[in-house]
């Protein structure tokens, strides 16, 4: 399968990825597949895929998370090293373009104070489910990648 057959499954066709990579064949490997399952686990985890009713949870906290992504997804890569060359692809396409805009917008903001009202907190989380809709996206590609059941959907919503 190709990289563009693997993204249109999963209707991540809005990323922005050079036409070379789509053509190359997607082929991940055990370590792709071991990357694959521990951020799977994180990310099924934490707020970036569960819901975050109005009255339950602090925005700062969830906006902490998210950023956490990154340095989870780099000590992940550190740790499986080159051979997880399928996993790196999209893990870096991720969060360059989809996480790296939300905390771009609302790291500064929070630093503002602008999380301390009522108005900014409900567009937070209008973002963030914006947001949640994409990384339960990517939850359920890693969980394919790991080659392991996805249970992105196992819990019923609140």
Request: proline share 4%; net charge negative.
């Amino acid at each position: 399968m190709k990289w563009q057959q693997w993204l249109e499954n999963w209707d991540m066709t809005t990323l922005k990825i050079k036409a070379p990579f789509l053509d190359m064949e997607w082929k991940p490997k055990d370590a792709d597949k071991a990357a694959a399952w521990e951020l799977y686990v994180e990310l099924l985890t934490r707020v970036t895929t569960q819901d975050l009713p109005p009255s339950d949870g602090d925005e700062e906290r969830a906006l902490s998370s998210i950023f956490n992504l990154f340095e989870l997804t780099r000590g992940v890569l550190k740790h499986h090293g080159r051979d997880c060359i399928e996993f790196t692809k999209i893990a870096v396409i991720l969060l360059n373009q989809v996480v790296r805009p939300f905390t771009a917008k609302w790291h500064p903001r929070m630093l503002a104070g602008d999380l301390q009202t009522d108005v900014d907190c409900l567009e937070f989380r209008t973002d963030l489910r914006h947001l949640q809709g994409m990384l339960r996206v990517y939850t359920r590609m890693l969980a394919d990648m790991a080659g392991v059941e996805d249970l992105t959907e196992f819990e019923e919503s609140s």
